[in-house]
């Protein structure tokens, strides 16, 4: 089995890309032990000193770092993507359902539904399969008084060039397209 790597705009993060699907469907992020422990491959990841979060796609796995330096945990990492897809067990624990909502359900007036659906199919298709190529996700949590606000996962979190994403490119994106959007913000 050959894992290839790529580096993320986030010099924290890498993607470790194992050839195979990762997810057949959403997304699986842990920031920590506890979350970690839904997945045998996070809980493994999250044992090697200096990962402090994981993160699923369909066919990568995005692995965020503190202080640690790359070329100390690469190889422990490598190793364990290595060593669960060998052994065939399942990504998610008790067939739990990838796309975890984080911080409860969306949020927006009954009246702002179409405009929802415009900004979602607009993150759909254009935002979320490039923020994918960088390791990450963007979903939609909520739009209130003209301001869309997203949750930011795997590499798109703490990623330096995040704000300017947001502001230069989301922002814009959605702005040209629905009037009503005026800003949006992280959650």
Known sequence: MFIQTEATPNP?????????????????????????????????LFGIDGVTGVFYGSDFVTVTKGEAEWPHLKPAILGAIMEHFMSGAPILRDGDIAAQEE?????FEEGDAAVVDTIKELLDTRVRPAVAMDGGDITFRGFRDG??????QGSCQGCPS????LKNGIENLLRHFVPEVQEVRPM
């Open 12 to 44: 924290a993060t890498l993607k470790f890309l194992p050839g195979k699907t990762v997810l057949a469907e959403g997304t699986f992020e842990a920031r920590d032990a506890e979350t970690a422990r839904r997945s045998p491959l996070a809980e493994k």
């Open 103 to 107: 911080d409860g359900d969306e949020f």
């Open 147 to 152: 301001v869309v606000f997203l949750n930011m």
């Open 162 to 165: 995040s704000v300017a994403t």
